[in-house]
C-alpha cells in the first residue's frame, strides 16, 4: 500500500512529451541524426604513449597478498617503467 502514491507519480510523470508541431519534431529528427553521424565520423583518439610498468603503477614495488610485505616487481626488476 506504501507503493501506491509512488507508482501514481510514476505513471504520472510517463506522459507524451514530443511535439505536437510536425515541423519542430522533423527538425528534431534531423538533428538527432546529424549528431549521430558527426559522431560516428569523428576518429577514436589514441591512447598516450606511457612507459610506466602496469604491473606496479611505476612505484617499481608491489606488496604482497597480506598487504604488508613489500617486493620488487618482478615485470620491470623494480625500475618502474614498461619492459621492453
Known amino acids: ?10 505513471l504520472a510523470g ?6 505536437t508541431d510536425p515541423m519542430i519534431a522533423a527538425d528534431l529528427a534531423c538533428e538527432g541524426a546529424r549528431v549521430a553521424v ?5 576518429p577514436p ?23 604488508i610485505s613489500v617486493f620488487t616487481c618482478p615485470a620491470c626488476k623494480g625500475t618502474g617503467k614498461k619492459p621492453k
Open 14 to 19: 510517463c506522459v507524451d512529451a514530443s511535439p
Open 38 to 42: 558527426l559522431y560516428r565520423l569523428k
Open 45 to 67: 583518439s589514441p591512447a598516450p604513449a606511457s612507459d610506466v610498468c602496469e604491473n606496479c603503477g611505476g612505484k617499481g614495488k608491489i606488496r604482497s597478498g597480506d598487504g
Open 1 to 10: 500500500m506504501r507503493w501506491l502514491p509512488v507508482l501514481a507519480l510514476v
